[in-house]
Each structure stands twice: as C-alpha cells, then as structure tokens.
C-alpha cells in the first residue's frame, strides 16, 4: 500500500494528506550507554515513503534517511523473529554513532507506523492514530562499509535486552570492548568483524560473537565473551 500509492500527487507531496502507511523509527542511543551522549534520540523516517521530505508526528521531527528494514514479525509462536535495519552511511554519521558507542549495542530501537494524513501535517492531524508501537534491541552491528550500516535487532520478549544490576543481558554480542579491560585479548591481529583471518591490524575488529572469541582464545575452555548465550525462555 505505501509504496504503490505514496505521495502520487503533486498535493500528496506538498500536504502529506495521501493514505500511505508511513514508517516511523527511533532509536534510543542513550540506553545503549550510561554516560552522556551528544545524540539521545534518532529520528528518522523511511526516504522513499515520504519522497525525501521531513515529516512530524506529534511534535517530533523526523528526517528522511534511505534505510531498509527486513523481518519485523511479531509472531508468539516458534522462534522470537531477528529483524535487521540497514541504514545509509551518509556523511559516515552511523559510523561515528557506532565508534562513539560501541555499535549502539543494547539501544533500543522504536518503530511506529502512521497514516500520512494523521501526520501534523497531514489532512487530519492525530497524534493517537497509530499502529501500537514496536520496541526492539540493536543485538549486534552485522556490517558496516562506507554506504550503509546493518543492525541485526531482537524482541525483548526473548530476554535480549533485559537489565540485570550491572549490565544488560544480550544473547548474541559481546558487550565488552575489544582489547579492552574486559576483553583482555592483547595479542596479534586475528579476524574482522566478520570472522576472516587478517594480520592487517587496521582490519582487525571483533565480530562479537562467540566464534569471534575462540578465534582469539584458540583452545581455550574459559572465554572472556560477555554475551549471554545460553539465555532463553525455556
């Protein structure tokens, strides 16, 4: 429906009072970290629904980003669903976001859905008209490259994102920074991100993971990974 009938018209362009299903996302970069940050929240709606416009929605701003968003299926039966969100690097802000923040780990991600017409600038105006607002986890950055960067997400219903006293609790990423105090890995370089041997310390980035971990601790019976996973509803 959105994209077969978003802003066909001239009109719908300029009043945002087309019925195209908008998609609006959040994400909360402050619960990703505990100190202070210089970009709490994240704006920013889909660039090819709105044509590149910004819109607003109940007093929030939110900017048109080129972005794809795959798997976001509530279901409550068989396996919680893992959505990913891939978002355009422009001007590499999410780069910066992700080194400022270690991969925005543990932020929570809101995504709302809304009529265009109930935009504010909509034809008729309501801040309530509203699919139910979805919550997810950022569980860990999947790629990163100069043009976009993915998010692989979790449903807090799986337990991901759930805060013990110290920490959140996340399944499949390590929270600890890599070659950090936590991490305590020191030595030579070993893998990118996406677990392919290098010697180039430049490309040497863990991937999170746990097989990211016994690459570094070949052998070993006690990895320092600080993920979780064996956390499960059952």
Request: proline share 8%.
């Amino acid at each position: 429906m959105a994209e077969d009938r978003t802003f066909q018209f001239n009109t719908d362009q300029q009043g945002l009072d087309g019925d195209a299903i908008i998609e609006l996302i959040t994400i909360d970069v402050s619960s990703a970290v505990s100190g202070p940050v210089i970009i709490e929240l994240l704006n920013f709606c889909n660039w090819t629904q709105t044509n590149g416009t910004t819109v607003k929605y109940n007093g929030t701003v939110y900017v048109p980003l080129p972005y794809k968003a795959e798997g976001f299926v509530i279901a409550n039966t068989g396996v919680p669903p893992n959505p990913s969100i891939t978002i355009a690097n422009i001007g590499l802000e999410m780069t910066a976001l992700v080194n400022a923040y270690d991969d925005l780990i543990g932020a929570k991600v809101y995504r709302r859905r809304v009529l265009a017409r109930y935009l504010d600038d909509g034809a008729t105006p309501d801040p309530n008209s509203h699919w139910p607002d979805e919550v997810w986890f950022i569980q860990q950055k999947a790629t990163e490259s100069k043009l976009a960067v993915t998010f692989e997400l979790s449903t807090p219903f799986d337990l991901d994102g759930v805060t013990l006293p110290k920490r959140r609790a996340l399944r499949y990423a390590c929270p600890w920074v890599y070659r950090g105090v936590e991490c305590g890995y020191t030595g030579a370089p070993v893998a990118t991100v996406k677990d392919i041997p290098t010697s180039d310390p430049a490309l040497d980035k863990c991937g999170k993971r746990v097989t990211s971990c016994k690459l570094r601790y070949p052998g070993s019976q006690d990895l320092p990974y600080g993920g979780f996973p064996g956390l499960s509803l059952d």
